[in-house]
């Protein structure tokens, strides 16, 4: 894999700049509300060296009904600032979830502005498994200032994604597994209508993974999205559930190169609750 601090960056290039004085480590753990595992607690008990605890669901809109929508531009400074994240510095994200969330907060950052962010390839789990430093201590916080100028095209509203979906503008893309994509299961969150936005596509996260958890190759992610329909010469939308798993598209469409792509916040969660809107099942 080649590293890019922008995207993705091995295990190995962490471990050789662990203690750059300009870097920060975040863990971004999120797990759904049903696995039973606590994220903030499993990161008090082992985390990389140096690494702050970014909770998603308290760093984000609680003005919103819908779950972890993105922070305002305020409460985003003013966490980051608390914890010591601020410009000038180099944000390496990681977790250890079964839906890697923390491309959802390199999504974050990015929306904020801040470029010089990426997720740790293979996350903690890879990190242990090579039997690299972890630690139980809090790290000491400094307050830094931290810029922000926020990126209104990398995000996508229902209204928006409503329009993409009708005039066929966009490609769609959709992260939750086959079975919601085509509306053979109950969703995971009660209420909500089962299918997919008409004209969607359906690239599962998943499948962007290696046996080992790290992602796969450009010319393999590549493979994968043309393989489902997807036009990568066209803007694309990622969607999801909740918003989580299609910040992993996203980076995935980042890693390819493609430039021109936003995230649907709402998601599913959104989408499915709206009996106005249309929805599709099977696989189109």
């Not at 039973?36 to 970014?54: C, Q, S, T, V």
């Not at 997720?119 to 972890?134: C, M, N, T, Y």
């Not at 995000?155 to 893309?173: C, G, M, N, P, Y």
Request: charged share 25%.
């Amino acid at each position: 894999m080649q590293d890019d601090p922008k995207t993705l960056v091995s295990t190995e290039w962490l471990a050789a700049h662990l203690n750059d004085p300009d870097l920060r480590v975040m863990d971004a753990s999120w797990h759904m509300p049903a696995s039973g595992r606590e994220a903030k607690a499993e990161y008090d008990a082992a985390h990389i060296p140096g690494a702050r605890f970014f909770d998603i669901d308290a760093i984000s809109d609680s003005r919103s009904e819908l779950p972890h929508m993105a922070p305002p531009v305020e409460l985003f400074i003013s966490r980051m600032r608390a914890m010591g994240i601020g410009d000038g510095h180099q944000v390496v994200l990681y977790d250890n979830s079964d839906v890697r969330s923390a491309a959802r907060v390199w999504w974050t950052f990015r929306l904020m502005g801040k470029a010089d962010v990426a997720v740790l390839d293979g996350g903690f789990a890879k990190w242990q498994a090579e039997g690299r430093p972890v630690e139980d201590m809090p790290p000491i916080l400094r307050d830094r200032h931290i810029t922000v100028q926020r990126q209104a095209g990398l995000v996508r509203d229902v209204t928006q994604v409503a329009a993409a979906s009708k005039l066929a503008d966009h490609e769609i893309i959709d992260a939750r597994s086959p079975e919601r994509f085509r509306g053979e299961v109950p969703e995971p969150r009660p209420g909500l209508r089962a299918g997919h936005i008409p004209g969607a596509k359906n690239v599962p996260f998943g499948r962007l993974f290696n046996e080992d958890g790290t992602m796969k190759d450009a010319q393999s992610l590549r493979g994968i999205f043309e393989s489902a329909g997807v036009d990568l010469g066209r803007p694309a939308i990622t969607s999801c559930g909740s918003g989580i798993t299609a910040a992993v598209l996203s980076l995935a469409l980042e890693r390819i190169g493609h430039r021109h792509h936003s995230l649907y916040d709402g998601s599913w969660t959104e989408w499915g609750s709206f009996p106005d809107l249309n929805i599709a099942t099977g696989d189109a």
